[in-house]
């Protein structure tokens, strides 16, 4: 009831994209957790070509991140969202038809490219939306994508017994819906026309030194998160020999986000201290994490007892992540220009997404290297001083002032920033955000919401 109440308190768009992205987790879960077993049993193709098809995927959605960005900041957020689920629509109905290797690379690139474009999109969206409640709409928004999570594997597995093509085009219908209901419900609004280039505003964003600095220091954040998938199933598995237990984690860290994200985001809101303290401690509870499956990691023999220490790991990882991740997604926009806040996601997400990446292999490198000469704490005493040193850093930032503690409220436009910039320079992106905030009108220069 908490949670539905605090949906209704906010307008109708954000709401819409709220349901938008309970859809998208639901039908990107219905289809690509399937996806490999698809290609190898059903199409015979070799491991080289899986990892092929599947890297691109995550290839041209993480490189495209900036781009999508940009094109939310100078077409519109409403539209960059509208045509990304469309050609998600799009690359969904490919993998339902294609069986030749040129259309499953054109589906993966599509799916990928349109991930880049909604992503940032939706965030900037909420962001300028949400005004001052911007961390409860993340926290939302966080219980919305996890349910999605959550909802779209039972479903696949449920319309796998149909086949793949029935699985990949109900996957396909849910972004058709999506894409039709962003179009019809999400306001238009004008799209004001900006100044300068596109390669200026990545100049603008990649020179704000304070923005750099904290998304460099969160790249544990992504490290460790990467690790739901990674190195805390191996250890649920190590630990039980029993496939199942990382069904048992994943259900347990969803049961999690959807009873405490929302009051946790609202407990640490109103006492304050400053946003940069509670990522700092959101990271460093994540690195807790992995100190209680590291007291079992290498014990010998397997047993169902030992899933409790994964367990309780895999529960603080997400406590950490539900901490933090909120008040993430708030600070970002409020580092520079409200005309630039798809931009800076953009080019966040992308720094996260090559942390992640690095993350992956160094963890995975780190557990080879425990298998063949031990010890088998080693890849989770590395994820420990990963997220501790990112605390550190993020801790180190919030009492230097360099993050915008304050949230950033916005208005809603009425007239398009006619602005003449030989006039009215831009902000300096290195000046202190807190007191630019009441300069700069994050929704000013508003897309076609």
Same mark, same amino acid.
């Given at each position: 009831?908490?949670?539905? /109440?605090?949906?209704?308190?906010?307008?109708?768009?954000?709401?819409?994209?709220?349901?938008?992205?309970?859809?998208?987790?639901?039908?990107?879960?219905?289809?690509?957790?399937?996806?490999?077993?698809?290609?190898?049993?059903?199409?015979?193709?070799?491991?080289?070509?899986?990892?092929? *098809?599947?890297?691109? #995927?995550?290839?041209?959605?993480?490189?495209?991140?900036?781009?999508? @960005?940009?094109?939310?900041?100078?077409?519109?957020?409403?539209?960059?969202?509208?045509?990304?689920?469309?050609?998600?629509?799009?690359?969904?109905?490919?993998?339902?038809?294609?069986?030749?290797?040129?259309?499953?690379?054109?589906?993966?690139?599509?799916?990928?490219?349109?991930?880049?474009?909604?992503?940032?999109?939706?965030?900037?969206?909420?962001?300028?939306?949400? +005004?001052?409640?911007?961390?409860?709409?993340?926290?939302?928004?966080?219980?919305?994508?996890?349910?999605?999570?959550?909802?779209?594997?039972?479903?696949?597995?449920?319309?796998?017994?149909?086949?793949?093509?029935?699985?990949?085009?109900?996957?396909?219908?849910?972004?058709?819906?999506?894409?039709?209901?962003?179009?019809?419900?999400?306001?238009?609004?004008?799209?004001?026309?900006?100044?300068?280039?596109?390669?200026?505003?990545? #100049?603008?964003?990649?020179?704000?030194? #304070?923005?750099? /600095?904290?998304?460099?220091?969160?790249?544990?954040?992504?490290?460790?998160?990467?690790?739901?998938?990674?190195?805390?199933?191996?250890?649920?598995?190590?630990?039980?020999?029993?496939?199942?237990? *990382?069904?048992?984690?994943?259900?347990?860290?969803?049961?999690?986000?959807?009873?405490?994200?929302?009051?946790?985001?609202?407990?640490?809101?109103?006492?304050?201290?400053?946003?940069? %303290?509670?990522?700092?401690?959101?990271?460093?509870?994540?690195?807790?994490?992995?100190?209680?499956?590291?007291?079992?990691?290498?014990?010998?023999?397997?047993?169902?007892?030992?899933?409790?220490?994964?367990?309780?790991?895999?529960?603080?990882?997400?406590?950490?992540?539900?901490?933090?991740?909120?008040?993430?997604?708030?600070?970002?926009?409020?580092? +520079?220009?409200?005309?630039?806040? @798809?931009?800076?996601?953009?080019?966040?997400?992308?720094?996260? @997404?090559?942390?992640?990446?690095?993350? +992956?292999?160094?963890?995975?490198?780190?557990?080879?290297?425990?298998?063949?000469?031990?010890?088998?704490?080693?890849?989770?005493?590395?994820?420990? +001083?990963?997220?501790?040193?990112?605390?550190?850093?993020?801790?180190?930032?919030? %009492?230097?002032?360099?993050?915008?503690?304050?949230?950033?409220?916005?208005?809603?436009?009425?007239?398009?920033?006619?602005?003449?910039?030989?006039?009215?320079?831009?902000?300096?992106?290195?000046?202190?955000?807190?007191?630019?905030?009441?300069?700069?009108?994050?929704?000013?220069?508003?897309?076609?919401?």
């Amino acid at each position: 009831m908490r949670t539905l /109440a605090a949906v209704r308190g906010f307008p109708p768009a954000v709401r819409l994209l709220l349901i938008n992205q309970l859809g998208v987790n639901t039908g990107f879960y219905v289809l690509i957790p399937y996806l490999a077993t698809h290609l190898t049993d059903d199409l015979g193709m070799s491991a080289a070509l899986v990892g092929l *098809v599947l890297g691109l #995927r995550n290839l041209s959605q993480q490189g495209m991140f900036l781009i999508g @960005g940009s094109a939310a900041d100078r077409l519109g957020a409403r539209g960059v969202i509208i045509a990304g689920c469309g050609l998600r629509t799009l690359g969904f109905a490919l993998f339902a038809f294609g069986d030749a290797l040129p259309v499953l690379i054109a589906a993966s690139v599509l799916s990928g490219l349109a991930g880049a474009l909604f992503n940032p999109a939706v965030r900037t969206y909420v962001a300028q939306e949400s +005004g001052d409640r911007k961390a409860e709409a993340f926290a939302l928004f966080n219980v919305f994508a996890t349910a999605g999570a959550l909802l779209g594997p039972l479903l696949g597995s449920l319309l796998l017994f149909g086949g793949f093509r029935v699985a990949a085009l109900t996957a396909a219908g849910v972004f058709a819906v999506l894409t039709v209901a962003q179009a019809v419900v999400l306001p238009a609004r004008a799209v004001p026309r900006p100044a300068g280039s596109v390669l200026g505003d990545w #100049r603008e964003v990649a020179g704000n030194r #304070r923005f750099v /600095a904290f998304a460099l220091a969160m790249v544990g954040m992504y490290g460790m998160e990467s690790q739901l998938y990674l190195l805390l199933p191996h250890a649920a598995r190590q630990a039980t020999g029993w496939a199942g237990a *990382v069904g048992l984690l994943f259900a347990a860290g969803t049961l999690a986000n959807l009873l405490f994200q929302l009051r946790l985001t609202h407990r640490l809101s109103a006492r304050g201290g400053g946003r940069g %303290r509670w990522i700092a401690a959101g990271l460093a509870v994540s690195a807790l994490g992995f100190v209680p499956p590291m007291l079992v990691a290498g014990a010998a023999g397997e047993h169902p007892g030992r899933l409790l220490p994964v367990l309780a790991g895999a529960l603080l990882l997400h406590l950490g992540l539900m901490t933090a991740g909120p008040f993430v997604m708030e600070l970002i926009p409020a580092f +520079g220009r409200g005309e630039l806040t @798809g931009t800076f996601y953009g080019l966040f997400y992308a720094v996260s @997404g090559v942390a992640a990446a690095g993350a +992956g292999a160094g963890v995975g490198w780190a557990m080879d290297t425990a298998t063949r000469t031990g010890p088998a704490w080693f890849p989770y005493a590395c994820c420990t +001083g990963l997220g501790f040193v990112s605390a550190a850093a993020v801790a180190r930032l919030h %009492r230097r002032r360099f993050l915008p503690d304050a949230p950033v409220t916005a208005e809603a436009p009425t007239v398009p920033d006619t602005r003449d910039p030989d006039r009215d320079p831009d902000p300096d992106p290195c000046a202190d955000a807190a007191s630019a905030a009441p300069n700069r009108d994050p929704r000013s220069l508003s897309e076609t919401r």
